[in-house]
């Protein structure tokens, strides 16, 4: 009998031990299931603070492991410093069309996911260009040259994107010489961009998505700004632009809307936006040569027949009598 109960103590502190195991488990995963709003929120902002150079935040998000849902409000990208206007980029509201077919703590598969009511500011104050604070940003963020990555880029969730769909980006001119004094802050509006395969196989950390997304509607806003944003502007976003890797390059296609510039990369559609520029420049130049030179015509004439006069009234010129008297 004492075996048997020394068996039975030996079982029963196993079970116990199993059991504790088990409620050690199910405790660290629910705390993980707690946390993971703000594990996203933390690499959401830690991402888009690295990759645009300056203070990215959102105000909430809103991962359903167990219903399938991802959500994410107020998200904003800060202005680098000189700058007044509130911020570069903010978004009204990120949500999810369709259930997710994946999430875990490391990575989250998103069959589509809109964002939408994004306002960006192109401000020029002091003669400065946030944009190009920011591009330059994302062209070192792209070359790996800053070490300084945090921890949620390298190793913290990463995103796959069947669609994504950008809709509704109201651009705001702000301090730009010349035209905020004729026109006021000039606003347009870009309504629809859908992209499709964002992240491949191996998904984007959310550093790499914020650089695509600012990317993406920066580009958009070259395509539609034509007209309407200056062409100084429209050759700085260009130029800033063709120096980073292109979507079609990162493997991202674009469902219509943009035209073909969008998915070869910036180049094509920059060296179109020149060359409208360089048209318009050259026809400027052009019919201001031709007013001047006709203007210098007509100068000369007048001047020509001022001195003519002049020497009639004077007594001089051809009405001399020809006996040379006066």
């Known amino acids: 009998m004492r075996e048997d109960d020394a068996v039975k103590k030996i079982l029963i502190i196993l079970v116990l031990v199993v059991l504790l195991v088990v409620g050690l488990i199910v405790g660290a995963v629910a705390y993980g299931i707690s946390q993971i709003d703000s594990i996203f929120e933390r690499a959401i902002e830690q991402g888009g603070t690295y990759a645009t150079g300056v203070e990215t935040t959102v105000e909430s998000v809103d991962v359903g492991l167990t219903t399938g849902t991802f959500e994410m409000t107020g998200l904003e990208i800060g202005n680098p410093e000189g700058f007044d206007s509130p911020h570069f980029l903010a978004l009204g509201e990120g949500s999810v069309g369709v259930a997710l077919s994946q999430a875990t703590m490391q990575s989250i598969r998103v069959p589509e996911f809109r964002l939408s009511d994004i306002d960006l500011n192109l401000d020029q104050t002091g003669g400065k260009a946030n944009y190009q604070t920011i591009l330059d940003n994302l062209k070192r963020f792209e070359s790996g040259s800053d070490g300084s990555a945090p921890e949620s880029e390298t190793t913290g969730p990463k995103v796959t994107i069947d669609k994504l769909t950008i809709e509704n980006i109201n651009v705001h001119l702000i301090g730009v010489p010349g035209l905020s004094l004729v026109a006021g802050d000039v606003a347009v509006n870009v309504p629809l961009i859908e992209l499709t395969d964002v992240g491949g196989a191996d998904g984007m950390?959310?550093?790499?998505?914020?650089?695509?997304?600012?990317?993406?509607?920066?580009?958009?806003?070259?395509?539609?700004?034509?007209?309407?944003?200056?062409?100084?502007?429209?050759?700085?976003?260009?130029?800033?632009?063709?120096?980073?890797?292109s979507l079609g390059e990162m493997g991202v296609n674009i469902v219509g809307g943009l035209g073909e510039g969008l998915i070869e990369g910036v180049g094509t559609l920059g060296e179109g936006a020149a060359g409208a520029v360089g048209d318009v420049a050259e026809g400027a130049a052009g019919a201001v040569g031709d007013v001047v030179e006709g203007a210098g015509e007509t100068v000369k004439d007048a001047v020509g027949g001022l001195g003519e006069g002049l020497g009639n009234i004077l007594g001089g010129g051809d009405d001399k009598d020809d006996d040379g008297g006066p």
Do not use: R
């Not at 998505?209 to 958009?220: F, S, Y």
């Not at 070259?222 to 890797?245: K, M, N, R, Y």
């Open 205 to 245: 950390s959310f550093g790499e998505l914020t650089n695509l997304v600012v990317k993406t509607v920066l580009t958009a806003v070259v395509d539609a700004g034509g007209g309407v944003i200056p062409g100084e502007i429209l050759g700085q976003l260009t130029g800033g632009l063709g120096e980073l890797t």
